[in-house]
């Protein structure tokens, strides 16, 4: 069993910045692709970032160029750097860890963190 502890989030400014973190228990996380999602008020969860085991990372257009995925294998954690936060990126963030086991994935996610945008 894993489990993923998210901190960080919180009320910032337009035009402000923000740090999340998932830290993620047990000894799976170096091989796991780890991803960030939102989920708005009345919308559907969206993705915004992943990073792969190797460091690869991708964004949705929407965050592309504000915000930073990285990850620190020692720590066991990911992190979600925002800048140049909007009023539309009020939302729960939850992490999300992937992996697979013979051949069968599966995924783990935070329990969510408050991220609210407005002056």
């Known amino acids: 069993q894993v489990q993923l502890v998210q901190s960080g989030g919180g009320l910032v400014q337009p035009g402000g910045s923000l740090r999340l973190s998932c830290a993620a228990s047990g000894s799976i996380f170096s091989s796991s692709v780890m991803g960030w999602y939102r989920q708005a008020p009345g919308k559907q969860r969206e993705w915004v970032a992943t990073i792969s085991s190797g460091g690869i990372t991708n964004y949705a257009d929407s965050v592309k160029g504000r915000f930073t995925i990285s990850r620190d294998n020692a720590k066991n954690t990911v992190y979600l750097q925002m800048n140049s936060l909007k009023p539309e990126d009020t939302a729960v963030y939850y992490c999300?860890?992937?992996?697979?086991?013979?051949?069968?994935?599966?995924?783990?996610w935070g329990q969510g963190t408050q991220v609210t945008v407005s002056s």
């Open positions: 999300k860890l992937s992996n697979s086991r013979l051949g069968r994935p599966y995924d783990y």
